[in-house]
C-alpha cells in the first residue's frame, strides 16, 4: 500500500517560517519526480513546486520563488519544502506527491499524494 504522510503544518505568524515534511512507504521516491500542491477551499489547486528525479532541477510558483525551497532526500524517502517569509493568506492544506515529470511549467501526472496538513498564516 502507496503512503505519502505529511507533517510539519499549522499556525504561523506571518514572515516566519515552516518546513513540511512528506515521508513515503510502498513506493521508492527516486523513482519519481516529486511536487508540493496546495488547495485553499472554494480555489483551484495549485501546484507550489516540484523537482525533477533525473537532475534536480526545480521548479516554483511565481509566488513563492526565493522564499520556498524543495528539497528530496532519497536515503530517507522524503521530500521536504522549506518555507520562509510566508506571506498572510487563506489557509491552505499542502500535500506532496509523486509525479511524472517536473517540467519547465510546473508538475504533471500525479501519481500518487498524501492527505496535507494545513497551513494557516496569520497574525
Known amino acids: 500500500q502507496v503512503q505519502l504522510v505529511e507533517s510539519g503544518g499549522g499556525l504561523v505568524q506571518p514572515g516566519k517560517s515552516l518546513n513540511l515534511s512528506c515521508t513515503a512507504s510502498?513506493?521508492?521516491?527516486?523513482?519519481?519526480?516529486l511536487a508540493w500542491f496546495r488547495q485553499a477551499p472554494g480555489k483551484e489547486r495549485e501546484g507550489v513546486s516540484c523537482?525533477?528525479?533525473?537532475?534536480?532541477?526545480?521548479w516554483y510558483t511565481d509566488s513563492v520563488k526565493g522564499r520556498f525551497t524543495i528539497a528530496g532526500d532519497n536515503a530517507k524517502n522524503a521530500v521536504y519544502l522549506q518555507m520562509n517569509s510566508l506571506h498572510p493568506e487563506a489557509p491552505a492544506v499542502y500535500y506532496c506527491?509523486?509525479?511524472?515529470?517536473?517540467?519547465?511549467?510546473?508538475?504533471?501526472?500525479?501519481?500518487?499524494w498524501g492527505e496535507g496538513p494545513l497551513v494557516t498564516v496569520s497574525s
Open positions: 506527491a509523486a509525479i511524472d515529470f517536473c517540467g519547465v511549467s510546473g508538475p504533471y501526472g500525479m501519481d500518487h
Open positions: 523537482i525533477y528525479s533525473s537532475n534536480g532541477r526545480t
Open positions: 510502498g513506493i521508492t521516491l527516486d523513482a519519481y519526480s
